[in-house]
């Protein structure tokens, strides 16, 4: 409660002052970042900034050193089923894909729901060849990974997060390993998950997906953040020196 009566309302998501060291380096300083239910976050800057363990963290793949993560309100778990139920409840969407080599892209998408979720394995194909359906693979349901194009590959494992029924979804350079003509059909079912009201935290340097479904703009330089705004703001009038010279090199 504030001082005024009303009850503030954290994030869906929120991080306060968290940090994170490896060894000497000081990956994440004192990071304030609260993220709302349905919000889009595109997180920009550098490489080596700290993109990839702020998600993470998120994410609890890596534990921080001081602060706090919640997700709806509550301390990340550290362990046991509480810890799978939040890797459940906290999709990612890695840069290299991930999917099980040795399963077909259907078991990739039904595993997660059938031993975390405890879902009936029939309800779990159902719901999973649906999935398939909407991000444009289910043609290729009993195939396994390797057979598929890098950008048939990224749809399935959007389609494996959306499975678990997550609260919020981190993609980490979703389309940076994809081949140029293979971006667009991936940034195309984001777009669409994003409009369907999905909260996403998303790394990426594509702007066009930024300026058509990002709420807002955090880039991050040297384990900081150093500015936050909306997309056409951000890009149009960065304020801060280090974003200029940023864009300066990416744009
Ligand atoms: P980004 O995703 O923005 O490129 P990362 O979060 O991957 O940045 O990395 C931030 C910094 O932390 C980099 O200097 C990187 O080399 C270092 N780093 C990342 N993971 C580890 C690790 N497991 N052990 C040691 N250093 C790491
Ligand atoms: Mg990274």
Known sequence: MSDSGTVTKTGLVALT??????????????????????????VIGPSGSG??????????????????????????????????????DVGMVFQ????????????????GPIKVRGTDPKQAEKRAMELLERVGVATQASKFPAQLSGG????????????????????????????PEMIQEVLEVMVDLAKQGMTMIVVT????????????VVFMADGEIVEQADPEAFFTNPTSRRAQDFLGKIL
């Open 51 to 88: 993109k990839s363990t702020l998600c993470r963290a998120i994410n609890r793949l890596e534990p921080i050193d001081s602060g706090s993560i919640t997700l709806d309100g509550q301390p990340l778990p550290s362990e046991g089923r509480a810890l799978a139920k939040l890797r459940a």
């Open 205 to 216: 340097h594509e702007m066009g997906f930024a300026r058509t479904a990002a709420n807002r």
């Open 17 to 42: 002052g968290v940090n994170k060291h490896f060894g000497d380096l000081h990956v994440l300083k004192d990071i304030n970042l609260s993220i709302d239910e349905g919000e889009v976050v595109v």
């Open 96 to 111: 290299s894909f991930n999917l099980f080599a040795h399963k077909t892209i259907l078991q990739n998408v039904t595993l």
């Open 152 to 179: 048939q590959q990224q749809r399935v494992a959007i389609a494996r997060a959306l499975a678990m029924d997550p609260k919020v979804i981190l993609f980490d350079e979703p389309t940076s390993a994809l081949d």
